[in-house]
């Protein structure tokens, strides 16, 4: 993968993982039964953010190797992604959005090509110490989508078939 590219998909990731966040802080503010599991998330999604940035950072200008599964595979997968979050904030208000609305948009944003790329690294086994040390930094901030559906199921929240990314892939590539 060319630096270009390298950077335009960090960029993209880093923004991508911030604006789920941000969404994820307004869920928590619109449904307060439902405010620490949003919180939760919220925050793992900053911390894959800090992640990215700390790679760009970090190894990118040493032209050290690092784990490119992290980011999207595309620049259009996630260019798409980011402009439905960006469109996503801009539309959300407490009142116009119901509970079930909600977790339904952030399942299909967790199964989102943009979304997916950092599951798909967590669960890969890692080929290199960085890999290895990447994972078990982020252990406990992954399986988003698992984690929705579980909740959605356990309080009853309707699982709508999906709609914004309905041919996209929800598991790794090989």
């Not at 989508?145 to 090989?174: D, N, Q, V, W």
Request: charged share 30%; hydrophobic share 40%; proline share 3%.
């Amino acid at each position: 993968m060319e630096i270009d590219s390298i950077g335009h998909l960090m960029d993209a990731s880093e923004k991508l993982e911030m604006g789920i966040a941000e969404l994820y802080s307004l869920f928590s503010q619109a449904l307060p039964e439902d405010r620490e599991f949003w919180t939760q998330l919220s925050f793992e999604e900053r911390n894959h953010a800090a992640l990215i940035a700390s790679i760009k950072e970090t190894f990118v200008p040493l032209g050290k190797e690092f784990p490119t599964e992290i980011l999207a595979w595309s620049r259009n997968e996630v260019d798409k992604a980011n402009k439905i979050v960006t469109d996503c904030l801009s539309a959300f208000t407490e009142n116009a959005q119901d509970r079930e609305k909600i977790f339904n948009l952030a399942l299909e944003l967790e199964l989102a090509a943009g979304e997916i790329h950092f599951q798909c690294f967590m669960k890969k086994k890692p080929s290199t110490m960085l890999e290895e040390m990447f994972q078990q930094l982020n252990m406990e901030d992954k399986d988003h989508s698992l984690r929705l559906h579980a909740y959605m199921k356990k309080h009853g929240i309707t699982i709508h078939k999906r709609t914004i990314f309905p041919g996209e892939c929800e598991t790794c590539r090989e």
